[in-house]
């Protein structure tokens, strides 16, 4: 089934950027419901991936895989086979927790990152109706679990306790007066990061509290009152600890942008007020609701990756400062533009120890049969240097290949240019040679740098100023 996924996506014509990936799908049923999905890695190098829309009904479903696609927990319907949508989860220890609502109920599951067992099958906790009915958690250093979740247009924080197969015991819980539906937290340390809406003019506000429950810093607006902002902004920490917000706003008669907040850990004064990161710029390139901010460990760098709000065609990635100073522009990640249908959306990552992000996200496909895939792809951070603004005047240098497919060597061309230095990548993004060029021309055996022969398959040959070409090897 996997090979068979590669084949298919390669075949209907998804182009991945340098250094990304081929995508592969990773279920083996479409989804033709409400599209999301959630991914987790361990230490073990193998993915964690809860949606909804297993067997394309409105169910949530499990499994595990590798880098390559290989199944080691097959996909495992978690939920009651009943209507069951509004998915999120969150990683607590050695185990990752799921909820979900079967229209008002909320339920919860847990699965072991060892295994992939069942640690608490599909369990009640309460029910409330709500128009925004997602649970949103973080867990603390002391095992607990601190939630944000509403009641009708009311917005409930809690503190819970976990009590494996049986659910969640509730420490405290109170509503926070002043906010208004949506909201996201995160626990640092002693601190409760939490940012909800104001029920005026819907834009953000900032409460922290401590672990107890005691209020920090009273509910603050940082945001103009004319903006638009979404219900659930993504959050993380700079270098110093102090807060980061992130999501998409427009202003009247303005194109939508990602911007930046920040804000004092201990004062809850605004440091960084709505810079812009990127502004979307229909039909080259456009942002949306669906996007991701993850930290390059080690640093005080994030990946900024999101997908096209305009087409749903592609996914971009720039990386960014924990100021919002952009580091790398904005590239492609997928184009599906020679596909139909794209439908591109709802996509979730995780940075590994080294700086790779891997990312999850939907897209439309018409076989095995016609409907929305999870589709797995990942980025190969050694390859930072060929990444830039794609969308620059056209280069006046050229690459071009004798044999494309090719059994074995390659003479490769340049036009505009004498010499330049080529680095080939393998579907995983991982360079596997250098070819030198000089007047005008070189020759690569189709072997890898240690004279090893190179497996079948797409190749990806990157250059200077912009010039690529992808070689298909076959058999000799």
């Known amino acids: 089934m996997i090979g068979f996924c ?18 592969i799908l990773v279920t083996d049923s479409a989804n033709t419901h409400r599209r999301i999905q959630f991914i ?39 939920s009651r086979n009943t209507n069951s949508a509004y998915l999120s989860e969150m990683v607590m220890g050695d185990s ?26 599909a369990t009640y906790l309460f029910t409330t109706s709500t128009n925004y009915p997602y649970i949103r958690s973080s867990p603390d250093s002391l095992g607990r679990l601190h939630v944000l979740y509403n009641i009708g247009y009311d917005v409930y924080y809690a503190s819970w306790i976990p009590a494996p197969g049986s659910g969640f015991i509730t420490e405290y819980e109170w509503k926070v007066e002043g906010a208004h539906a949506g909201g996201v937290l995160l626990v640092d340390g002693n601190r409760v990061h939490i940012v909800v809406q104001d029920p005026v003019y819907h834009t953000y506000e900032y409460l922290q ?32 600890g102090n807060l980061m917000i992130i999501h998409m706003i427009a202003r009247s008669s303005q194109q939508y942008r990602y911007v ?12 960084v007020d709505e810079k812009i990161i990127v502004i979307g710029i229909p039909p080259e390139m456009d942002v949306s609701p669906s996007f991701i901010l993850r930290r390059l460990p080690g ?11 305009y087409w749903r065609k592609k996914i971009f990635n720039l990386i960014m400062d924990d100021d919002g100073n952009v580091l790398v522009d904005w590239h492609i990640a997928y184009d599906y533009s020679d596909e139909d249908p794209e439908q591109v959306e709802a996509i979730d990552g995780v940075v590994d120890e080294t700086g790779n992000l891997y990312i999850i996200y939907n897209q439309g496909e018409t076989e095995p049969v ?23 005047e056209p280069p006046v240098v050229s690459l071009k290949s004798s044999h494309n497919p090719s059994c074995g060597s390659v003479q490769f061309f340049l036009e505009g240019a004498d010499s330049m230095e080529l680095r080939v990548f393998d579907i995983t993004g991982r360079m596997v040679a250098g070819v ?30 912009g010039v690529s070409l992808r070689i298909t090897l076959l058999a000799e």
Not at 96 to 121: C, H, K, M, Q
Not at 224 to 230: A, K, L, R, S, V
Not at 370 to 392: K, R
């Open 6 to 23: 590669v084949l298919l996506l390669t075949c209907l014509g998804v182009t991945p950027g340098p250094g990304w990936s081929d995508p």
């Open 40 to 78: 987790n890695r361990d230490s073990q190098d193998r993915f964690h991936l809860v949606w909804a829309g297993y067997n394309d009904q409105h169910r949530i479903a499990y499994k595990m895989f590798l880098l390559d696609g290989t199944t080691v927990y097959p996909e495992t319907m978690i």
């Open 96 to 121: 990752l927790n799921v909820f979900w609502r079967e229209y008002s109920p909320i339920y919860n599951a847990i699965r072991s990152l060892e295994d992939g067992s069942e640690i608490t099958p």
């Open 209 to 240: 509290y401590d672990l107890e429950g005691n209020t920090v810093i009273p509910l603050t607006d940082f945001t103009e009152d004319d903006i638009t902002c979404g219900r659930f902004p993504e959050l993380n920490l700079d270098a110093n």
């Open 260 to 271: 930046l907040w920040k804000v004092d850990k201990v004062t809850g004064a605004t440091l």
């Open 299 to 309: 640093t005080d760098q994030f990946y900024l990756c999101w997908t096209d709000g």
């Open 370 to 392: 016609l409907g929305g895939y999870p589709t797995f792809g990942w980025f190969n951070h050694d390859s930072l240097g060929i990444e830039g603004d794609v969308y620059t």
């Open 436 to 465: 030198s060029l000089y007047d005008g021309r070189g020759f690569w055996n189709s072997t890898g740098s240690a004279g090893e022969r190179l497996p079948t398959g797409v190749y990806t040959v990157v250059g200077d100023q």
